[in-house]
């Protein structure tokens, strides 16, 4: 059994009052067998050990009948005294190397490791499989100095990848805070492909307490848990063929299709943004054919959510109360399978900030992420990614500075790497903007420098894109493209208009553009492709990230 054991939804019992309640351990864990538990580990730190054998006979006769191994926590005397298929080790339990000359070769034993030197250890010394945690905060794991995230498991995970063939084979598995709200993010998260040459070392399964042991119906939750381990998730959609997406003509009635599209379903885009660019956001929303919310509510999501449209989170005002309310509507779209875009200002600038982009990437899953150099850069470092100089040495100039420091080659390496790595596209503004979903990537060198003037602007452009995504959900770039396009065009006509001298005029002319824009394209009058300054790039691995 030992070498074919399936890891993926990994139970761990938990007989505390507070999660188990009244109900009876033994019968829990036979529901949970009866739902889909592939692994069950018997955990029980405060029971002495007679008792601690009798549960443990009587959980592995339940386990055998489903031919699921039950792995007994810490005791290696109970698992010997019950028979039972293993052990569990954490870092101040007995030695692997110890247990295993107790329990020999055909016994599993698997060890709790948040660190690259304990999976280091834990690998030498024999491991079968390695719990790694912990993932979020949970109610029976207190010590947050023990909370790695996802960020701390890749960066475990890319270690095990890139050392020896037994780290490379090593099953993992990843624990606490998981539950069938954020089991799906998990696990997309944690198969991400970071480089376009290799498939790194992924988690082979998910171990959860209280979000089986702590439901009302045990078998329910666990068999709703293992459907969505096999299910992909709502807010992703498969990547389209890719063989022909450097055909700009294929690209640009694409882009003329999506804009149609906006027009003839009037999508929602529900913005949550500070007050200041609320009626400009509202007004570009309107010009394009979509239609404006403005709610800093989390509370209304779950409703807006199920009409159809996408949300627009803008981290312009990054307090605790407006994070808390982009995580429930983050969630609230994701749950629907709606498009969800993220505007991360400012990102790099303070450490509060920093925290607020961390906190927002933990919250879901997001279509797209678009930012300035610097807020993208600060995106890959909330992503686990570092940029390191020639000399190898950590890299901090080009985050806080005003200045662009990255050539065009750079900058889509970059963003490649980034949406590659959250599984996404990434838009990269600037005098050029580089677009990217991890394996088509283009420059984009339309636009006018009045939108640097203007308020507000980068937000409109998020309003603008979250509109074309939820018209066009079935290729996310090609949205993004055709929604950069029109926005920018429009501001480049706005511009020649008779009447304009600066900023203060262009803001009229460039909503009055937007919608001529919109309705040339539906009226059969053109888009503007005559206009169109697109380049399909080719993305050379420039070598300057490193994981962190």
């Not at 295993?100 to 709790?112: N, P, Q, V």
């Not at 407006?322 to 790099?348: C, E, F, S």
């Amino acid at each position: 059994m030992k070498e074919h054991v399936d890891y993926s939804l990994y139970l761990v019992t938990d007989s505390t009052p507070a999660i188990l309640g009244p109900r009876n351990l033994v019968d829990v864990v036979e529901q949970a067998l009866l739902g889909g538990v592939t692994v069950v580990q018997y955990r029980d730190k405060a029971s002495d050990t007679g008792d601690l054998i009798k549960t443990a006979k009587a959980l592995h006769e339940k386990c055998k009948k489903h031919n699921v191994p039950l792995i007994i926590n810490d005791r290696v005397d109970v698992a010997l005294a019950v028979g039972c298929e293993g052990v569990h080790l954490g870092q101040d339990d007995m030695n692997i190397s110890e247990a295993r000359k107790l329990l020999g070769d055909d016994k599993i034993i698997g060890a709790t490791i948040s660190s690259i030197e304990e999976a280091r250890i834990a690998v030498e010394r024999g491991a079968d499989y390695l719990g790694i945690g912990t993932l979020y905060a949970t109610s029976t794991k207190k010590n947050t100095k023990d909370i790695i995230g996802i960020n701390g498991i890749r960066k475990i995970l890319h270690y095990l990848h890139t050392a020896d063939e037994p780290s490379r084979t090593i099953k993992t598995v990843c624990i606490g805070g998981v539950n069938a709200l954020n089991i799906q993010l998990v696990t997309f998260q944690l198969t991400a492909p970071s480089s376009p040459t290799t498939t790194p070392k992924s988690i082979d399964g998910v171990a959860l307490v209280s979000a089986i042991i702590a439901a009302q119906d045990v078998e329910q939750a666990s068999a709703n848990l293992k459907t969505l381990l096999s299910t992909p998730p709502n807010f992703t959609t498969s990547p389209p063929p890719t063989d022909n997406w450097t055909s700009l003509p294929a690209l640009h009635s694409a882009c003329l299709s999506a804009t149609k599209a906006l027009h003839s379903t009037s999508p929602l885009t529900h913005n949550m943004t500070n007050l200041v660019v609320q009626n400009f956001a509202a007004s570009v929303a309107l010009a394009i054919g979509a239609s404006p919310i403005m709610s800093n509510n989390g509370a209304e999501a779950p409703d807006l959510a199920q009409l159809g449209g996408a949300l627009v989170v803008n981290m312009g005002t990054a307090t605790p109360d407006a994070l808390r309310n982009h995580r429930l509507a983050i969630a609230a779209y994701n749950a629907k399978g709606a498009p969800v875009v993220l505007d991360p200002v400012g990102a790099g600038a303070t450490a509060a900030r920093r925290e607020a982009l961390a906190y927002l990437l933990a919250s879901g899953y997001f279509s797209l992420i678009k930012g300035n150099e610097r807020e993208i850069v600060a995106v890959a470092r909330a992503s686990g990614l570092e940029v390191v100089a020639e000399d190898g040495e950590l890299q901090q100039r080009g985050v806080d500075s005003g200045a662009a420091v990255y050539s065009l080659e750079q900058r889509a390496y970059i963003v490649s790497r980034v949406a590659r790595r959250e599984r996404t596209v990434v838009l990269m503004t600037g005098a050029t903007d580089v677009v990217s979903d991890g394996e088509r990537t283009y420059a984009v060198s339309n636009g006018h420098e009045y939108l640097g003037m203007v308020t507000g602007s980068g937000c409109t452009l998020g309003t603008t894109l979250s509109a074309y995504m939820a018209a066009s959900p079935g290729d996310k770039l090609v949205a993004a493209v055709a929604g950069m396009l029109h926005f920018e065009v429009a501001a480049e006509r706005a511009a020649e208009v008779e009447g304009v001298r600066g900023p203060g005029t262009f803001v009229p002319a460039f909503i009055d553009e937007l919608w001529r824009g919109r309705m040339d394209v539906v009226e059969a009058r053109g888009g503007g492709e005559e206009r169109w300054k697109v380049e399909a790039l080719t993305v050379r691995d420039e070598g300057f990230l490193r994981e962190l």
